[in-house]
């Protein structure tokens, strides 16, 4: 239990959030721009359990983790 899922993004604008079961689950992301540099952030991963987000920046290595929006 607690394994992450992994984030698809089919392009910029559709997110598919894949659930453990194979399902999709509704998401309702917006983009983060990087602390580091200011360029977008990507969701990769997202924990069902903790409902914690992990975000990647499409530009620099910075990786942050954010609870999801309540
Ligand atoms: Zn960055």
Redesign the pocket.
Known sequence: MGEPVTLVLDDSANLTVTGPDGGSLPASLSLLP??????P?LPVRWNPWSGEIEWS??????VIHLPAAP
């Open positions: 990087c602390p580091a540099c200011g360029a952030m920046c499409t530009s620099c290595d910075a």
